[in-house]
């Protein structure tokens, strides 16, 4: 039982870092980094967030789609229960509820095909990095 609730908890946080970087490096374009983000209103965020270029969109998607294969890989290696996707649905939707508040709070503002991407994305890729950790 402990061995599986820290699978879960290492899992998430490595996600989360993941996640991060990935936002990290979508928002480093020159014309688009933003200044005192921190500082910013929900107003100011929701502009920002909504004029950035397509590939900062892309890039951040992509840092959903490694965190969450690399979380259903972590979740299964650390458990060793390589054969039930519990732990990584379970992985999969706390990523999915993390999304929706991250999405509609934290950087509001995004277009509606990155919301449904990113909130579709969780669940299936942390089945595939569960398969993955089969081999």
Known sequence: ??????AVIVALIVSNAIYLIGLMIATMFDAFSPKNFEYMSMQERASYFSSMPLGAYLTEILGYLIGSLLAGWI????SKDRHSISLPLIVGVIL???????????IPGQPAWVIAISLIIFIPFTLLGQRLSRR
């Not at 039982?1 to 820290?6: D, E, F, K, V």
């Not at 979740?75 to 650390?78: D, F, N, T, W």
């Open 1 to 6: 039982m402990g061995r599986r609730i820290l």
């Open 75 to 78: 979740v299964s290696k650390i």
């Open 96 to 106: 999915t509820l993390g999304a929706l508040v991250t999405l509609f709070i934290s």
